[in-house]
């Protein structure tokens, strides 16, 4: 992280006025759109604070901020607003005289935060919230159907992720450099205990659901089957611990199965 | 799907769209983009069906920044239309199952080829030259690139999937033992996937209650659906 001096620490009374914040959250849902090898996200934050840019008045200012926004960059894509609220602070403080911010500070800022906000975010996003919403939506979905499941995963992660991103802004706004410290605040660290818990309920539930529903009406032999793919399943990805080659694992014995194994006539 | 391949392949430019451009709102994860594939070919059990495998499957996955990854939400697409063109029913979701693999991998080489483009987009913008409104608008330009790989990918996916699977499906006449031992090898290793996921973070014991619950629900949901 970069070094904070006394005139980093937070101003709770700065805040970014509602029309910059808008265009910033609605843009934030793009910021991946040109996701690339050696910049990553860097087109993408250049685009999500390009109307601070336009403030300058400046043309050689102008050319340093676009060239400070083209620095690496990367976040999860869901709790990118709190890395571009940060650095809007930093640029609203350039902007207003505050601060002389050098292209290398800015740029070691940005080194320093893309990876907590890339792991901090894929651990909240893809680890648990994600999960948990498809696994609600499938419970769902079995019980009332599939426009049931479509319409659940939409609501339950579109609030999810519309809230951090809403929040991201303001918060990394206020903390400024110190941003780091913000994600180990609550909404970023102690709710992912409640999240996982979340995630285990209701990947049980699909799989006690699953289970009931199968038992019923069926022979001993299929449920053998049953059980022996899902044992199967979980012994194979603790194994190669990869989802692309247990997929590739099971579709070679399903393809076996159809069309090698004379058993098209075997019964349980 | 031949008659709407043209709305399929457009639903397929959006999902790829999602995936890597925006506005990620996940309408391209498998348990949204195939039941919705399912309801434009006719066939929304399908696409629920190959949703939830690949939902719980895709669930392990986290494309963290630049990682490669299968493109399974286009395939989960072209699957569903597949699974729908041979007729659907479980030998219809086995030759879906199937093209997904190949069809996530086509997927995969496009978004890595379409990654490449954006760092030609942002040495571009990094010119002296280049406007501020410039860059943002080459960024813009990156949707448009994501649109055309999804609807590349579906009408190559769905295009040379129909061809051989029609060709091949009498190959399946008579298997229906297998089919029903395919189908759970397939949802068991996606299942299993998910469960161990799971069972790395909370403990055991919030499964289990989990699984009391569905079971629970299970046991009701047939009554509840015949009372009601």
């Known amino acids: ?268 | 799907m031949h008659d709407c391949w043209i709305l399929l392949a457009l639903w397929a430019s959006l999902v790829a769209m999602d995936t890597t451009g925006g506005p990620q709102w996940l309408f391209s994860d498998p348990i949204v983009a195939a039941p919705v594939a399912g309801w434009i070919v006719g066939d929304i059990s399908a696409g629920f069906v190959i949703g939830i495998v690949l939902q719980l499957a895709w669930s392990v996955s986290v494309p963290a920044g630049s990682s490669r990854f299968l493109d399974v939400q286009v395939a989960s697409m072209v699957g569903t239309a597949l699974a729908a063109n041979a007729g659907g029913g479980p030998e219809g979701w086995i030759y879906g199952f199937v093209w997904v693999i190949p069809v996530g991998f086509l997927g995969s080489v496009g978004t890595v080829a379409e990654r490449r483009c954006f760092g030609l987009f942002a040495r571009w913008a990094a010119r002296p030259g280049v406007s501020l409104s410039a860059a943002a608008w080459l960024h813009r330009l990156g949707l448009l690139v994501s649109l055309s790989r999804g609807f590349a990918t579906a009408a190559v996916g769905m295009s040379v999937g129909a061809l051989f699977f029609e060709g091949g499906r009498s190959l399946l006449d008579g298997v229906d033992v297998a089919v029903w031992i395919a189908i759970p090898l397939i949802s068991g290793a996606a299942f299993g996937i998910a469960a161990r996921h799971s069972w790395r973070r909370p403990s055991p014991i919030v499964l289990a209650i989990g699984a009391g619950v569905g079971a629970i629900i299970g046991v009701l949901a047939p009554t509840a659906k015949a009372w009601l």
Not at chain 1, 39 to 67: H, P, V, W, Y
Not at chain 1, 125 to 139: D, E, H, K, T
Not at chain 1, 159 to 166: L, N, P, T, V
């Open chain 1, 1 to 268: 992280m970069v070094e904070t001096d006394e005139k980093a620490v937070v101003d709770s009374r700065v805040n970014l006025p509602c029309g910059e914040k808008l265009r910033i959250w609605w843009r934030s849902h793009f910021v991946q759109a040109t996701q690339n090898e050696t910049g990553l996200q860097n087109l993408g934050a250049l685009f999500c604070l390009e109307s601070m840019g336009r403030k300058i008045s400046d043309q050689e200012e102008r050319k340093t901020f676009k060239r400070r926004q083209l620095q690496q960059f990367n976040s999860n894509p869901f709790i990118a607003t709190l890395g571009l609220g940060a650095l809007a602070r930093l640029e609203s403080e350039i902007l207003a005289g505050d601060r002389q911010i050098s292209d290398e500070t800015a740029t070691k800022f940005r080194h320093a935060v893309s990876g907590p906000l890339g792991s901090c975010g894929d651990e909240l996003f893809w680890a648990s919230i994600r999960p948990a919403a498809g696994a609600l939506a499938i419970v769902i979905g079995l019980i009332a159907g599939p426009s049931a499941a479509v319409l659940t995963f939409l609501v339950v992660f579109g609030i999810c992720q519309e809230w951090y991103r809403w929040h991201g802004i303001g918060a990394g706004f206020v903390a400024g450099l110190n941003v780091a410290k913000e994600l180990r605040s609550g909404p970023y660290r102690e709710s992912l205990k409640t999240f996982h818990t979340a995630l285990g309920l209701c990947v049980g539930a699909v799989g006690g659901y699953l289970a009931v529903s199968l038992a019923r009406g069926r022979g001993t032999g299929e449920m053998l089957i049953w059980a022996a793919a899902a044992a199967a399943g979980i012994w194979g990805f603790r194994r190669v611990q990869s989802a692309t080659k247990v997929m590739f694992g099971a579709l070679v014995v399903a393809l076996i199965l159809m069309f090698g194994l004379p058993i098209a006539n075997w019964t349980p």
